[in-house]
Nanobody, 122 residues
Framework: QVQLVESGGGLVQAGGSLSLSCAASGRTFSSYTMAWFRQALGKEREFVAGMTGSAGWTRYADSVKGRFTISRDNAKNTVYLQMNSLKPEDTAVYYC???????????????WGQGTQVTVSS
């Protein structure tokens, strides 16, 4: 069983930066692929970024490539999402997720955090 707790959301002006953190419980954190998803009001949940546990291989949605960076510290059981050059369209609830394999789809991820709101004003 893995519990995920996100933090770091908030309100920021367009062009600004925010850093999200997701702290995980459990002894096998390093074996999980970790990912960030987001869901804007009235829209479906979408993949943002993912990082495998062993090789640290990363993938990003085209909409955030070059602006967002996912990283993880296995010693601290924490995954991060550094968000730069934020745009109003980045406004959403951001969720971290843990699963056995990397995928852009949300269903295969086994564990989810409660979400943290990110609001970008224009």
């Amino acid at each position: 069983q893995v519990q995920l707790v996100e933090s770091g959301g908030g309100l920021v002006q367009a062009g600004g930066s925010l850093s999200l953190s997701c702290a995980a419980s459990g002894r096998t954190f390093s074996s999980y692929t970790m990912a960030w998803f987001r869901q804007a009001l009235g829209k479906e949940r979408e993949f943002v970024a993912g990082m495998t546990g062993s090789a640290g291989w990363t993938r990003y949605a085209d909409s955030v490539k070059g602006r967002f960076t996912i990283s993880r510290d296995n010693a601290k059981n924490t995954v991060y999402l550094q968000m730069n050059s934020l745009k109003p369209e980045d406004t959403a609830v951001y969720y971290c997720a843990a699963g056995p394999l990397f995928t852009h789809m949300s269903d295969p991820y086994t564990y989810w955090g409660q979400g943290t709101q990110v609001t970008v004003s224009s």
